[in-house]
């Protein structure tokens, strides 16, 4: 027994001499507290006409025109007289006009130029239409005109076969031609 005392005596010292290790879970610090500083304030109620309307929901519910208000939380130095403007002054947005650019131009140049050549094209060809309906009338004309005649002459052909022989017989030359004058056949 004396050689355990021997080997526990010194076991013994050296585990008092050890600190014991101990995990601490200990919080990480918080942050510093900050306080955003106040600004008074003060509501400012501003009035909206609406117009008459139906109820989208039900149709046959109809509102009449009144005021609309909406308080709106300002600044205690903001002026008392806050100035509203009516929404009809601006224009909305789908109707404002783009802000001019060179492509822009550009392009509105070509469309107006192609407008222009267009409508000459419609009206050479309007003009060309009613030249086209003279020479067509003009035609009409002449071809009744020449039914006529060749009904006429028809009609002569048809006179000169069916009359007598001796009517038809033509009359002998009074003089015979001279030698000396050209004969056209």
Known sequence: MHP?????APL????CALQPIV???TPPPAPPVTVAAVMPTKLVETRYDVRGYREAANPSLRHEAHAVYRRTRVPVTASDELETVSR???P???VAPLPASEELTAELATQKQITTELRAMQTSMAET?????????????QSGEAMKLRAQLE???NRIRNASPAEAAPAAPAAAPSSRAEVKW
Request: no cysteine.
């Open 155 to 157: 009609t002569e052909r």
């Open 92 to 94: 909305p947005a789908s």
């Open 88 to 90: 009809a002054s601006y």
């Open 23 to 25: 995990a601490l879970n």
């Open 4 to 8: 355990m005392i021997i080997l526990f």
């Open 129 to 141: 239409n009613q030249q086209m309906q003279a020479q067509y009338a003009l035609l009409v004309r």
């Open 12 to 15: 013994l010292v050296a585990g």
